[in-house]
């Protein structure tokens, strides 16, 4: 049930604070991080397929958003309207955006989400040129400079926000819509995409023809383990370039592990790590953010690791290239498969320490528009883990998706 506008501002006054997070392209695992992050009481006020508002978050947006790896916007509810026509917001955006400093020119836009209510989403974003002509006309009277940025669709990407200097001017207003009602917050802070991106594109080691975990799917499995980094040794025991080694490091894991059976994989993963050092995300050798990498098959991994770790992260082995999608062929690999991992898991849990979270990146199959889910739940259970939560991570035409599995050991 949605606050309404008497809440809200009973809210604001006695400290209480509503914050939205506009979420990415895998809603469901992003709303899981940020809960992941902030504590599962965290109190959620609204949500949809594309936002997540809750209460009194204490982390300050800044440091927040760049935990996050699924997040794109982060920002706090100003009010809320109780009627659909957006018209009825002006006073309030012209007034906030009016007290832009710094530059003397106020920029700002304007994007619109669905919180419940995705067509008149689409009539308020058609009609923003007006509004925000309304806006712009407002804030003239100031006798400044005004520039009003629109894009083509119903919001703003992070890479506009930025661009455009939004953040540093007069503000995004994001336009959340519910059945009844618009709730207005402003941005505080997005995704900084060129920062995703050199960690992505410009590390010197890419192995594409075995795969690579982007950069934002590694960040957000390390964060769904929902442990406090700075207490906390991390394993990767399929490591490969080291893509989540790095994103570990980076938040400030006490100490970070990698290990895989492949020479190129570890030769790769240190080339990356001392080129991560290189560009100043931490000072290399300190002593939160130590990474260790060593040549060892998960199955034997006991044997190089003389103690157990508190978190396990990592993206196993997704299956060979398919041929075909004959369900005699498909079986022949799962049966394959599930062995290969049933070892592995075997080995990882004893290196686990009692409640340690456990988080793999498994393979799930698509067949046109059918995911087929490998039959891991009881495999989990029978090796004496809890199977805690899965998730799907699947881009556009995929014939592999992953299947992102929590497992929690138990005491």
Request: glycine share 6%.
């Amino acid at each position: 049930m949605l606050p309404n506008l008497v809440d809200l501002v009973k809210k604001r006054h006695t400290g209480t604070t509503m914050t939205f997070f506009i979420l990415g392209s895998h809603p469901d695992i992003a709303r899981a991080e940020i809960l992941a992050v902030l504590g599962q009481s965290t109190k959620i006020v609204a949500e949809s397929s594309t936002v997540l508002v809750v209460e009194s978050v204490s982390v300050p947006l800044e440091v927040l958003q760049e935990r996050l790896g699924g997040t794109i916007k982060i920002g706090t509810v100003l009010e809320e309207f109780p009627t659909l026509d957006a018209r009825a917001c002006v006073e309030m955006i012209a007034a906030k955006a009016g007290k832009a400093e710094g530059k003397n020119k106020i920029t700002f836009g304007l994007s619109a989400y669905d919180l419940g209510n995705p067509n008149s989403v689409r009539k308020i974003s058609n009609n923003f040129r007006t509004l925000g002509g309304e806006v712009k006309s407002r804030l003239k009277e100031l006798d400044r400079p005004v520039r009003f940025v629109q894009a083509k669709e119903a919001a703003l990407s992070s890479v506009v926000v930025l661009t455009n200097d939004l953040l540093k001017s007069g503000g995004e207003f994001v336009l959340l819509v519910t059945k009844t009602s618009i709730i207005i917050g402003k941005t505080a802070t997005v995704q900084n995409f060129e920062l995703w991106s050199r960690r992505d594109f410009g590390r010197p080691m890419r192995d594409t023809r075995s795969g690579m975990l982007p950069p934002k799917l590694a960040r957000m499995m390390i964060n769904l383990a929902g442990v406090d980094p700075k207490e906390t040794t991390l394993l990767d025991p399929f490591c490969g370039s080291g893509t989540i080694l790095m994103e570990a490091a980076m938040i400030g894991y006490k100490k970070v592990i990698g290990s895989d059976n492949s020479e190129k994989a570890i030769a790769d993963s240190k080339t990356n790590t001392d080129w991560f050092y290189a560009q100043t995300y931490i000072e290399k050798g300190t002593v939160y953010n130590n990474i260790q990498i060593v040549e060892s098959p998960a199955e034997t991994i006991d044997r190089v690791l003389k103690n157990p770790v508190d978190v396990i992260v990592g993206e196993t082995y997704l299956g060979p290239p398919r041929r075909s999608n004959e369900r005699a062929e498909m079986e022949k690999m799962i049966k394959g498969l599930m062995s290969l991992y049933r070892d592995s898991l075997i080995a990882l849990a004893k290196q686990t320490k009692p409640n340690g979270v456990i988080v793999i990146a498994f393979p799930a199959f698509v067949i046109k528009n059918d995911v087929i889910h490998l039959p891991l739940k009881k495999m989990i259970q029978e090796i004496g883990l809890t199977f805690d939560q899965a998730w799907i991570y699947k881009r556009e035409d995929q014939q592999t998706a992953r299947e992102i599995v929590r497992m929690i050991k138990r005491a």
